[in-house]
Structures are given as structure tokens and as C-alpha cells.
């Protein structure tokens, strides 16, 4: 059944409270589709219950020192008044999707971002990864079909799409615009599996694709100066059996990244650590585009693994085709670990180095130019 947000502004004095009684007239059906039809400001996250379509014909912005999601599963229930809580048990989700109408549909972060006092760094701006689950504009944990489609992010908080233990998902045709610490674009984490990202631009202050599996069975709360959970799904790892903590079945098509920060983000990373592994992962047709200085384009490793949990082979059959790198970045693809099984095809480096390997005994190259170095290490990433 289908739900327009217009009818619901004139008995609502604010536009969190007339998608309020829109979400709570569809809630009774087994399927709804949402229309968000007229500019929204917003200050709390839209919460998405299974079987629900969003189409965002208007645009969608978030009211200045607003600190949540724009969209996140009903499934991940927050407490506004325990920063620090996460549920215990996460139930399955199915059938989301969030779809814009129209060219340009924009989903927006505040123009004054809210400010916190963190328990060890201080008052400060709450973004990026310190901050937790609030801080990404769409977040969807246990997910079984979803879409994200044609919709462009702009003053983006930290990672601005989040995945973790979801599958079966398609998201294509989005545009990113990030400043910020932790500007991803899309990651995709934890458990995740059989999902498409294609056809992904953005000028990102960070990765704009990260596939990330470095969550291992451990549930430990956050450290210092992680202080809030990123991942809804996170306390109830251990309960999963370990294979299924891996990331795997994911293709990439398609994407042009702008790098914002000097020597800071890339295009894709591809990253596994604690016991998790990334595995069958399809990749083509994905370049750099920026002039700002970059140290890495595509990059399969291990991040911060100081512990050495990494084993080789952790990331394994993984297939590079037509991937190319700007004139100002170091290297086309970039890998600091041991992989297994990965074949690099019609690939090509802007500056002459096609890759940079601590270990190149996994690597295939087909139809590619450019010199391959060694890994020389970088700090920002070991």
C-alpha cells in the first residue's frame, strides 16, 4: 500500500512528527511503500521495518546538531539517552529498499554539525568513525534484499552507507560528496554477502568503497578512541559461526573516485583481519579521476594489524579487470598481506608502477603494464 508524506504534514507540526504518523500508517500492512513527496528536514532517523520501499522524490536534510541516521533498520533500536547502548540481539530484516525519483535526489547532513563531549578526546564534532552507527546516513544491519539506488549524499557524517550481515543487495547509481573524518562512501562489513555495488561516483574525504571483513568473533565494546559501535550486529558476532563472519560474493562495476585529503583514501579497499576473510570478490571497470596526491588506488591488505591476526590467503579469489589510477597516486593496486588466487587483468597506473606487493606469489597479471614494486610500507596503514 502506498503512503505520501503530504498528506500527513497537516496534522503534524514537524516533519519528524508527520513521518512518524506515516511510518504508523503502513506499520498494519504486510508491504508499504513510503513516498517522501515534499522537502523534509529531519532530526531523527527514519526507521525501516521489513518489506518497505522509500521513494525519495523531494530532497531529505538533516536539521542542524542532528545526530542519528537519516535511514536505519527498525531492527537496531538506539537509546537517545545511553549513547553507549546497543541491543544485544538484532532480528532479521528482508526487503528494503531506498530508491530517489527524479534526477539529483539529495539526502543531506546538517550544515552545523552536532558537538559532543567525548570521554577521552573531548568536546568536539561528532563525526567519523569515534562516533558509531549515528553518524552514517543509511545503516542496515541483517538484511536479507535490499536496494539503494539514485540518490546523491552530500555533508556526509562518517561512513555514509553501512552494511553489516546483509545480502542479496543491489546498490547502484549514487553520488558521493564528503569533508569530513571517515568519509566513506559505502562500506561493506561484517558477514556480508551476494551484494552489487555499481555504477558509484564521488569526490570522498576517504574510501569511497571499503569491503571489510576485520571483525573477528570477539564482542569487546569499543576502545579508546572508538567510543560508540559501528556495526549494529556487533555484540552478537560470537554467536554466528565463524565462516559466516566473512565477506564474500561481492562485484564491483563501474565507479569513479575523486580523492579529497591528500594521501588519505582510495577507490577500494579490500581488507580482512581477525580470522575473517574477504573471498570471491569481482571487480572491473573502476578509476581515479583526482589530481590530490594518493599513496594507494586499490588496496588488499590488512589495516593496523599489529597482532599479526591476518593469515595468508585471508583474502583469496579476487579478479581486478580495467582498474586505473591517477597520474598522482603511487600505484594501481596496492597489498601489504599475503593473498590467494588473484588475477589483475587490462589494468593500468597513471604513473608507471601497476602495483605494489609485500608478497606477489598470489597475483596473476594479464594484459597490464607498469612496474611492480615492492610494498614500501605506509604508516598510515600498518
Known amino acids: 500500500m502506498d503512503f505520501r508524506l503530504s498528506d500527513f504534514l497537516s496534522v503534524a507540526d514537524t516533519d519528524d512528527e508527520a513521518i512518524a504518523r506515516m511510518l504508523a500508517a503502513g506499520r498494519p500492512h ?221 562485484t564491483v562495476r563501474n565507479c569513479r573516485y575523486e580523492r579529497v585529503r591528500p594521501n588519505v583514501g582510495c577507490i577500494l579497499i579490500v581488507v580482512a583481519k581477525n580470522g575473517s576473510r574477504c573471498t570471491d570478490i569481482d571487480i572491473e571497470d573502476v578509476a581515479e579521476t583526482s589530481s590530490v596526491p594518493g599513496r594507494i588506488n586499490l588496496f588488499l591488505g590488512a589495516f593496523r594489524d599489529s597482532r599479526g591476526t591476518f593469515r595468508p590467503g585471508d583474502i583469496r579469489d579476487v579478479r581486478i579487470v580495467g582498474a586505473r589510477s591517477a597520474p598522482a597516486t603511487n600505484a594501481c593496486v596496492t597489498s601489504n598481506v599475503s593473498c590467494a588466487d588473484v588475477r589483475v587483468e587490462r589494468c593500468a597506473a597513471g604513473n608507471g608502477v601497476l602495483a605494489e606487493l609485500a608478497d606477489g606469489t598470489g597475483f596473476t597479471f594479464v594484459d597490464c603494464s607498469g612496474e611492480i614494486a615492492a610494498y614500501p610500507g605506509y604508516g598510515n596503514i600498518d
Not at 508491504?31 to 529531519?42: E, K, L, N
Not at 543531506?108 to 573531548?122: E, S
Not at 546516513?137 to 553489516?164: H, P, Y
Not at 571499503?210 to 567510543?227: D, F
Request: aromatic residues 8%; hydrophobic residues 40%; contains cysteine.
Open 30 to 250: 504486510s508491504s508499504r511503500t513510503y513516498h517522501i513527496d515534499v522537502p523534509v528536514t529531519i532530526r531523527r532517523a527514519i526507521l525501516l521495518p521489513s518489506d518497505t520501499t522509500v521513494l525519495v522524490e523531494a530532497d531529505i536534510r538533516q536539521a542542524d546538531e542532528a545526530f542519528d541516521c537519516v535511514f536505519r533498520g527498525a531492527n537496531v533500536a538506539l537509546d537517545p539517552e545511553d549513547l553507549a547502548f546497543l541491543p544485544p540481539v538484532v532480528e532479521p530484516l528482508r526487503n528494503i529498499r531506498i530508491v530517489g525519483v527524479g534526477a539529483g535526489r539529495t539526502i543531506a547532513g546538517p550544515d552545523v554539525n552536532h558537538r559532543i563531549v567525548h570521554p577521552t578526546l573531548g568536546e568536539r564534532e561528532a563525526v567519523g568513525d569515534y562516533f558509531g552507527i549515528r553518524t552514517h546516513q543509511i545503516d542496515l544491519s541483517r538484511c536479507d534484499g535490499f536496494e539503494i539506488a539514485d540518490l546523491v549524499f552530500e555533508k556526509t557524517r562518517g561512513w555514509c552507507l553501512n552494511f553489516d550481515f546483509c545480502s542479496r543487495g543491489a546498490v547502484h547509481g549514487l553520488r558521493f560528496h564528503s569533508t569530513c573524518k571517515n568519509g566513506d562512501g559505502i562500506n561493506v562489513r561484517t558477514g556480508c554477502h551476494d551484494i552489487e555495488l555499481r555504477d558509484i561516483a564521488g569526490d570522498t574525504s576517504d574510501d569511497l568503497l571499503a569491503i571489510n571483513a576485520s571483525a573477528g568473533p570477539t564482542v569487546s565494546a569499543p576502545s579508546a578512541p572508538y567510543w560508540l559501535w559501528n556495526e549494529g550486529v556487533a555484540r552478537m558476532r560470537h554467536s554466528f559461526p565463524v565462516r559466516d563472519l566473512d565477506v564474500r560474493r561481492i
